[in-house]
T-cell receptor
Framework: QKEVEQDPGPLSVPEGAIVSLNCTYSNSAFQYFMWYRQYSRKGPELLMY????GNKEDGRFTAQVDKSSKYISLFIRDSQPSDSATYLC????????????FGQGTILTVHP | EADIYQTPRYLVIGTGKKITLECSQTMGHDKMYWYQQDPGMELHLIHY???????EKGDLSSESTVSRIRTEHFPLTLESARPSHTSQYLC?????????????FGSGTQLSVL
């Protein structure tokens, strides 16, 4: 069983929609949670970083962590065509020091 | 934008060839990583380094080797490439900022072994 499971998608939504991306994990030692965005033929770039249960907001993006359910989510409000990319969840333990465990990614397409 | 560079971007070679994938960063980061990514699959850590002369194997077994002679440089070598090595290889470096360990990725090398 994979330590991190991510809804594979793909997702196709109209511009302006609210997008929900989700991951579940099985390793309770994971304490730090990240969302990366990866455009085609590019490396992943960090979008959100959280280390506590609850919500963290940054502009149109909200990261949600529920450690009791081992579930994390990323919400994108007012989605734009420029949000079209692959979104990867990632997580690590307190002694992970950058050694991340990734989900398989969700391909998102926002059409005008 | 992160200052981490990978060359070549694309490489097509024949079986049995020795190859080196280059990775350099200008941010002075001590920690560097190599991840492998197949289409539609997770990134898997294959090597990491916490500084000069420090290298460790990651969670995914790999026949590649790495070296870290200079802080800014973290090359990956395959002594004898095989079709099973076909994949995307992503290099990253990280720094600890305000309780967050942030990874910065290069654009990757897409390797195809015929």
């Amino acid at each position: 069983q994979k330590e991190v499971e991510q809804d594979p998608g793909p997702l196709s939504v109209p511009e302006g929609a609210i997008v929900s991306l989700n991951c579940t994990y099985s390793n309770s030692a994971f304490q730090y949670f990240m969302w990366y965005r990866q455009y085609s033929r590019k490396g992943p770039e960090l979008l959100m970083y959280t280390y506590s249960s609850g919500n963290k907001e940054d502009g149109r993006f909200t990261a949600q962590v529920d450690k009791s359910s081992k579930y994390i989510s990323l919400f994108i409000r007012d989605s734009q065509p420029s949000d079209s990319a692959t979104y990867l969840c990632a997580m690590t333990t307190p002694d992970g020091y950058g050694k991340l465990t990734f989900g398989q990614g969700t391909i998102l397409t926002v059409h005008p | 934008e992160a200052d981490i560079y990978q060359t070549p971007r694309y490489l097509v070679i024949g079986t049995g060839k020795k190859i080196t994938l280059e990775c350099s960063q200008t941010m002075g980061h001590d920690k560097m990583y190599w991840y492998q990514q197949d289409p539609g699959m997770e990134l898997h850590l294959i090597h990491y380094s916490y500084g000069v002369n420090s290298t460790e194997k990651g969670d995914l077994s790999s026949e590649s080797t790495v070296s870290r002679i200079r802080t800014e440089h973290f090359p990956l070598t395959l002594e004898s490439a095989r079709p099973s090595h076909t994949s995307q290889y992503l290099c990253a470096s990280s720094e600890y900022i305000a309780r967050e360990e942030k990874l910065f990725f290069g654009s990757g090398t897409q390797l195809s072994v015929l």
